[in-house]
């Protein structure tokens, strides 16, 4: 059995360390720099615009977390839910717990007229695949996600003109 409630700011040390876990799991076990203090910011801060949900057993002992925030659809002109990240933790998977916070999350879209949760998921994440599949989730044929990141970031974003500023509400 599953228990999903909304995170709490105890809870930012865990999520911090399942998601190291989760890095470490898609093999990329150095690149997180997301800290305590920033973690605490975006979920807690003064205007959150970054949610996540916990998911404990019956002990009440957390077992994992999604981490989710609303993109928009121009072509639906509602928003949606983008799942930055679902965790498990191992020894709890298949206890229903990525289950129940999935269900959550399409529970949240559908009380509030979204029309889409989405994600991404690593090509070689069979296990995950096949779990998603299950559900009834598709992948998205025909799309590649792309990614504007670090240096080649700084470099073309250091080329724009510096004519009107954007609202701080558009820096998302």
Request: proline share 5%; aromatic share 10%.
């Amino acid at each position: 059995m599953s228990v999903i409630r909304p995170a709490t700011e105890h809870d930012v040390p865990g999520i911090l360390r399942m998601i190291h876990e989760l890095a470490h799991y898609e093999k990329e076990p150095d690149a997180v720099r997301n800290t305590p203090e920033m973690l605490h910011g975006v979920l807690f801060g003064d205007n959150p615009r970054v949610y996540a949900a916990m998911a404990e057993n019956a002990a009440g002992e957390v077992q994992g977390f999604a981490l989710w925030f609303l993109n928009y659809s121009t072509w639906e002109g509602v928003h949606g839910i983008y799942l930055e990240d679902l965790y498990v933790r191992p020894e709890a998977r298949g206890e229903g717990h990525g289950k129940a916070l999935l269900q959550h999350l399409a529970g949240i879209a559908v009380r509030n007229g979204y029309t889409r949760v989405e994600w991404s998921v690593l090509d070689w994440n069979e296990p995950s695949i096949n779990f998603y599949r299950k559900l009834g989730a598709r992948p998205m044929d025909g799309w590649s996600t792309f990614r504007l990141a670090g240096e080649a970031l700084q470099d073309f974003g250091g080329t724009a003109r510096h004519g009107r500023s954007v609202p701080a509400a558009a820096h998302g």
